[in-house]
């Protein structure tokens, strides 16, 4: 039914900025929530940045100012631009849709930020 693939994550240097890149497929519409999450080595899976229906934003408190999330639902794609990049960045990034109380995941991209 739904189908998210990740592009974009890589290895940068500390203070860098990456841009990673979701691709759905499917039944998904513009009032099903979409973002991105990320599991740090050791850690649970915590959310980084979503956007709501009537294009809200939630951010964790760790992002707020240096990601931004973009959603266009034309191109059925979810961006997240990431700037001022930590080694605490360090995560396993997915994307998420939540459609009927029914969460979908990407794969997953790996962000590794050396100091």
């Known amino acids: 039914q739904v189908q998210l693939v990740e592009s974009g994550g890589g290895l940068v240097q500390s203070g860098g900025s990456l841009r990673l890149f979701c691709a759905a497929s499917g039944s998904i519409f513009s009032i099903n929530p979409m973002g991105w999450y990320r599991q740090p080595p050791g850690k649970q899976r915590e959310l980084v940045a979503v956007v709501l229906s009537g294009d809200r934003t939630n951010y964790a408190d760790s992002v707020k100012g240096r990601f931004t999330i973009s959603r266009d639902n034309a191109k059925r794609t979810v961006d997240l631009q990431m700037n001022s990049l930590t080694p605490d960045d360090t995560a396993v990034y997915y994307c998420?849709?939540?459609?009927?109380?029914?969460?979908?995941w990407g794969k997953g991209t790996q962000v590794t930020v050396s100091s």
């Open positions: 998420n849709v939540n459609r009927f109380g029914q969460d979908y």
